[in-house]
């Protein structure tokens, strides 16, 4: 049966305490620092329990009311990207169109990427390969698969084959985990902000919810850093959720996370892991941005690094070519578990989500190149990325916005709250949609499930010309909205306003 989620609900006001003083790095300025609270003031939202259809409106006679609420996603999730592709910016045939600072792709290194995927080895053709597979995926890809995987997670011991199922892409893999883990109503605790598509993933196919665990750009006394995820707050989420009767049958991490760019400690990951085990919470982590880690002083460890795993059997950590190798269109992705019933379960749901034989033998012979990875892709692929990086953090500085990055990922979290006349995601939106009005796509924080308006997240993995463009353009949106804002409350600080360059 294809049940509605219950309403969203709020956690029981609980003080959290003084403040720390603790910002996350000189990028933030004085934005981590929080004022003390009042004993009268308005504590915080702990958590939320999704409502993936609380705005629901759909008059097709010619659908389900499956097919009905699918389409409604895709009308009112897609309206940004939509109107992108519609009115792409090209610099010789539109170069009026919109540039696109929202989507997470890596368009850095395609000269890199067009030169290694046609050379001779990977124009093979065997009758193997047009005909149908193993499910799991070919025995010499999920092979490839594990080597890969065991080197570049560091992983204590080799991984084995049997344990790798592969998909076309991590979407796909939300979507057939969620389904195979929980009954219809069942949910995951999810740190928010996080990458909002993950909503549809696991709503569309197995009408799985999702709990939000609310992190705050102020730091408490639960923190030492902005949008920080502790136990404390995975345990109240948690047991808000259960007093609601919502089943909780695991969490999801995203590490390095989006939209936040931040990574999590191997003590932070050993905590959370002891945390589901105590629970018997099945994790999904998702470490698709896991060798987009530009910043060479960041100390970024997999889960599959840890030497023990406390729960081997409820913990599936997923993988993929889209990001890592800038390759989103290819539609690869892995799933690593030691529970052969999940993996067993996931790969009867290929047959519908799997790869074709012949890009099965591309992506083998990517990934068992490590001459070309080590030497010649992840090098210039990360100081791409750091000049990219560089380049809109200097322009974000001059124009005296705070924002959260910490050297992984494709995009920084730009706090934009002094923009909005006041602090409501209608004002969000409006801002989101004088971008789009410049040609100019971003994504707001509401998209990411942020319960603080004025958040957005900005990709700078683009080509330069694009990138000095959209943040021209970017520019004339907010300095013709600046003089309409409010001053930031009292008892937050900006960084320095500088030149423009």
């Given amino acids: 049966m294809f049940t509605l989620p219950q309403k969203e609900s709020r956690a029981p006001t609980t003080s959290l305490g003084p403040a720390s003083s603790q910002g996350l790095d000189s990028n933030w300025g004085g934005l981590g620092r929080e004022c003390a609270r009042k004993a009268d003031q308005k504590l915080p939202e702990l958590y939320g329990v999704g409502e993936p259809t609380a705005t629901f409106s759909s008059d097709s ?24 592709h519609m009115d792409e910016y090209d610099e010789d045939k539109n170069p009026n169109g919109i540039i696109n600072l929202g989507t997470s792709e890596n368009k850095l290194c395609f000269d890199l990427l067009s030169r290694r995927l046609t050379q001779n080895d990977m124009l093979q053709v065997e009758p193997s390969l047009l005909q149908y597979p193993d499910w799991r995926g070919h025995l010499f890809l999920r092979k490839e698969v594990a080597g890969f995987l065991s080197f570049y997670c560091k992983s204590p011991a080799p991984l084995n084959p049997e344990n790798v199922v592969v998909l076309n892409g991590c979407a796909s893999l939300f979507s057939a985990l969620a389904t195979v883990l929980c009954e219809v109503g069942e949910a995951f605790l999810i740190p928010a902000p996080y990458y909002g598509a993950i909503t549809q993933h696991v709503y569309l196919y197995g009408n799985i919810r999702l709990v939000c ?14 949008f920080q995820l502790t136990v404390e707050k995975l345990e109240m989420a948690l047991q808000g959720a259960n007093s609601e009767g919502v089943k909780v049958k695991g969490l999801i991490l995203i590490n390095p996370q989006n939209p936040l760019g931040d990574i999590y400690s191997p003590g932070e990951l050993q905590e959370y892991l002891e945390f589901a085990k105590r629970h018997e919470l099945h994790v999904m982590v998702d470490e698709v941005y896991m060798l987009s880690v530009f910043e060479e002083l960041l100390d970024y460890r997999s889960v599959l690094s840890l030497e023990r795993l406390p729960d081997p059997q409820r913990t599936h950590v997923m993988w993929a070519t889209s990001k890592d190798f800038g390759m989103s269109g290819l539609r690869f992705g892995t799933l690593y578990t030691e529970n052969r019933d999940v993996a067993t379960a996931v790969a009867s749901l290929c047959r519908y989500h799997g790869l074709s034989g012949l890009v099965q033998y591309q992506v083998a012979q990517l990934l068992r190149d490590r001459d070309w990875i080590n030497q010649v892709y992840l090098p210039e692929n990360h100081a791409r990325l750091k000049a ?41 939106m409006l801002l989101w949609r004088r971008f789009l009005d410049n040609k100019v796509l971003l994504s707001s924080g509401k998209a990411f499930k942020c319960k603080e308006p004025g958040w957005f997240r900005l990709v700078f993995s683009d080509k330069a010309h694009r990138l000095r463009l959209g943040m021209q353009r970017v520019r004339q949106v907010l300095e013709g909205k600046s003089q309409m804002a409010e001053d930031p409350p009292s008892g937050q600080t900006q960084e320095p306003r500088g030149q423009h360059r």
């Fill in 61 to 84: 006679s010619h659908l389900s009311s499956r097919g009905r609420i699918i389409k409604w996603f895709w009308d009112s999730a897609e309206e940004g990207y939509r109107t992108y």
């Fill in 213 to 226: 665990v609310y992190l705050d750009s102020e730091v408490s006394e639960l923190d030492t850093r902005p």
């Fill in 388 to 428: 990219a990086h560089t380049y809109v953090s200097g322009e974000l500085r001059a124009l005296g916005i705070p924002f959260l990055s910490r050297g992984a990922g494709f995009f920084v979290w730009v706090d934009l709250r002094k923009y909005l006349p006041e602090a409501t995601f209608e004002e969000e």
